[in-house]
């Protein structure tokens, strides 16, 4: 393989890197004053950083690369669509073959009768979409003052307006005049730090029927959809008790108002389902779907309607909408080839059925160790909550987050990309990840999780 590895020393990276490159999510200054972290290639599950380490990536990049990285028919796929035909529009009465072929496979993927695909650069734009998706739709059905979207606190669906709004960060919401006009927020179904003395099942239930008693406050005439991950991603990995999406399909149906399913993270094997919607039993009208639906190695997002969304809108004249990017030729051709990867390689199916099951084993031992309260998963997504007091579900007293940044320094320098969300440590690792790549996940993570033990003690935040 021609692997690039001549550039500058690390040093004079991250100088250039602080002086010039703005990052997402970032303390500018504090990252200033450490340098960034380069990572110069990866193979598999596996980065290498300027510095030649090798870090396993237990977070897929950012949820995304469910086939692994260095998959060489990406890329071939990618130069040969770029010789054919590198760019061309959708607008105007145009199309081309990959966005056709693409749509009619995403139609046969996603369930029931979500047969229409609207193209994005995103999960973001994607979600924006959404938004003004469905608000068209009832200003089509003749109910122009539908237009609430409720959502949920500690969700996420994005970062441009729409996106970042339908979300319920209170760090975003802090920030650039959010949420929109008509968007609210209800409860998040996270039993382990909200559910108090409930069981999960009652918790569920009761965080569900929050949905109804919302749009009951706002009248049903008003109400345009309701919007919600499978399971939250970046919220935590919060994986809601079994009593929870049954409940919400119910108030769905009972209720004359969308339901949209953010699959960003969850969709094309993440939750060992090809969706998240088959593993809860979710029947949406609208599926959000991005990252792993090119493994991230080309940009996409999508919206997949349903035929009764579709058709109304268009019947409706013009949607006035659009990206330049929107059915990209090159992201959608590899986005073709990923998922005949995903379903050659059986790698859906791999980890519903043998690593998803290992990892699930390796994984709930980890509630044994004296910092981790609960230990959950489903498929390749996974949490842990840490805690001084497993009993009494108990938070720290340091500021949330300190312990879980605390964790995530450790497991950085363990080599292995290992997130925190506040105090729980996630995972969401490619899905090629080996039973032997579990076995180096699990030891490296009590590794961390060992050495900030010892830590937090020194500190005196552990009692
Ligand atoms: N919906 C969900 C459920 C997501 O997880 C988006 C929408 C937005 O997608 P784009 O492609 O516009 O980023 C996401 C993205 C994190 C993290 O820190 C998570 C995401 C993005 C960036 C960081 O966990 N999820």
Not at 108 to 117: C, I, W
Not at 264 to 283: H, K
Not at 431 to 445: G, M
Request: proline residues 5%; aromatic residues 6%.
């Amino acid at each position: 393989m021609n692997m690039i590895s001549n550039h500058p020393p690390t040093a004079e990276l991250q100088a250039m890197d602080a002086a010039h490159h703005m990052h997402p999510f970032t303390d500018g200054d504090d990252l200033a004053a450490k340098g960034a972290r380069i990572i110069t290639r990866a193979s598999g599950v596996t980065l290498t950083d300027s510095e030649g380490e090798e870090i396993l990536d237990a977070m897929a990049g950012l949820w995304c690369v469910n086939v692994g990285y260095g998959r060489d028919s990406l890329a071939e796929v990618a130069a040969r669509q770029m010789k054919e035909l590198p760019y061309y529009n959708t607008f105007f009465q145009t199309s081309h073959v990959p966005v056709i072929a693409l749509s009619r496979k995403l139609a046969e993927l996603a369930p029931g009768d979500l047969n229409h695909v609207f193209y994005a650069s995103g999960g973001s734009d994607a979600n924006d979409t959404n938004v003004r998706l469905v608000r068209h739709y009832w200003a089509a059905k003749g109910k122009p003052e539908k237009t609430v979207i409720i959502s949920r606190k500690n969700a996420y669906h994005g970062s441009t307006m729409a996106g970042a709004s339908l979300g319920g960060m209170t760090g975003m919401h802090a920030q650039g005049g959010l949420p929109i006009p008509d968007i609210v927020h209800i409860g998040q179904p996270n039993w382990w730090a909200e559910g108090g003395e409930m069981s999960p099942e009652e918790f569920g239930r009761a965080r569900a029927r929050e949905l109804e008693e919302k749009i009951a406050e706002l009248g049903e005439d008003r109400v345009a959809a309701f919007i919600a991950e499978p399971i939250q991603g970046a919220g935590g990995v919060i994986i809601p008790p079994e009593s929870y999406w049954p409940e919400i399909q119910r108030i769905c149906d009972a209720h004359e108002i969308l339901l949209i399913a953010d699959e960003v993270i969850c969709g094309f094997g993440r939750t060992g389902a090809m969706f998240g919607s088959l593993t809860f039993g979710i029947r949406p009208h609208i599926m959000t779907v991005a990252k792993g639906l090119s493994s991230g190695y080309a940009p996409i997002g999508a919206s997949i309607v349903c035929d009764e969304v579709a058709n109304t809108v268009a019947a409706a004249g013009d949607f006035n909408h659009g990206y330049t990017y929107s059915g990209h030729p090159v992201s959608c051709a590899v986005a073709l080839e990923n998922l005949r990867i995903l379903e050659e390689e059986k790698l859906v199916e791999n980890v519903a059925t043998v690593t998803g099951p290992y990892l699930k084993e390796k994984w709930e031992q980890l509630a044994d160790h004296p910092l981790v309260g609960e230990a959950v998963i489903r498929g390749f997504m996974a949490s842990i909550a840490l805690t001084p007091d497993k009993a009494a579900r108990a938070p720290f007293a340091a500021s949330a987050g300190t312990v879980g940044f605390i964790c995530r320094d450790h497991c950085f320098s363990s080599n292995l990309v290992m997130r925190h969300v506040g105090d729980r440590m996630i995972i969401a690792p490619p899905l090629v990840l080996t039973k032997s790549d579990v076995d180096v996940l699990i030891d490296r993570a009590v590794q961390a999780l060992d050495l900030t033990l010892t830590k937090i003690k020194e500190d005196g935040i552990y009692r």
